[in-house]
């Protein structure tokens, strides 16, 4: 089996991502018909259809939302595996493990900002979620949620709180009534909207139940209208400022938080706690512009 030519996958990649050809074509640098006839080469190569046109807008499709989960995962890595080669032994770089879709979503768009703060340090990226064995992985430090039990030898700094809500697109909000519809569940949370309900008091009359084994692809779903996501606030900042989801209900703590573990104490080493102190104070700062975007 022939692949696809490498430039239309990551052309697809970051469309995917952004969920627009415009958005696309600028951080590509190019022009927009240049991303449109990437997708159309790409979707005539392997046979399908990997977006929907509508009204200047674009949506995944099933085969779009299976094909990014790849692409993001596989250029991420190849990002991470080229900057290991082209780095010296200097001591500065940071080796960071992250979970896939803070990593997509919220992570990765922000990395260039800490890269402006702190010039002279580099951030190598793995995404990954779940138990870790930091120091097998050969990782500086591990960005996780604290939902599994890790080793009480690792030093703990916590991040922030996670704050989770109802995303949609606007013509699926539920007004004054309960939730009804087709409700989007995630594998690695499966009880995220039954314990909303209970925390928020709301209640729920789904009418069908989805699975998806990532949270990008949750999310990917609800913005291409196919039902209602619970969704953390970290992980649709850009779908919510763009207007493709809106939270009707806002978002509210859920009781775990991020926490970077690391098998060296933090405060001790420079690198480090530059990370630290600066990825806290971004995830301070998505919380409280989430509250100015809530419909």
Known sequence: MRLPPLNTLRVFD??????????????????????????????????????????????????GLALQAATASAFAQLITAIGKLQSDETGNVIV???????????????????????????VHLYAAGGPIDLVRAGVDVALRRNDFQWDETWDTWRVGEE??????????????????????????????????????GHEIRATGRINYEHFYLCVQAAAAGIGAALASCYMVEEELAGGRLI???????????????SPRR????????????????????????????TA
């Open 14 to 63: 970051v469309a995917a991502r952004t969920l627009s050809f415009v958005k696309a074509a600028e951080e590509l640098h190019v022009t927009h018909g240049a991303v449109s006839r990437q997708i159309r080469q790409l979707e005539e190569a392997l046979g399908v259809e990997l977006f929907q046109r509508r009204n200047r807008a674009v949506f995944l499709t099933d085969a």
């Open 96 to 122: 960071v493990s992250c979970e896939p879709t803070i990593a997509m979503k919220w992570l990765i768009p922000r990395l260039p900002r800490f890269q402006q703060a702190y010039p002279e340090l580099q």
């Open 163 to 200: 704050s989770v809500g109802p995303v949609c697109v606007p013509q699926l909000a539920p007004g004054e009534g309960p939730w009804q519809g087709k409700l989007l569940h995630t594998l690695s949370r499966p009880n995220s909207w039954a314990n909303w309900a209970k925390a928020t």
């Open 247 to 261: 939270a009707p209900c806002g978002f509210v703590p859920d009781g775990s938080a991020y926490y970077l573990l």
């Open 266 to 293: 933090i405060h001790d080493d420079s690198r480090l706690l530059r990370f630290a102190e600066w990825i806290t104070a971004e995830m301070a700062a998505t919380r409280d512009k989430a509250r100015t975007l």
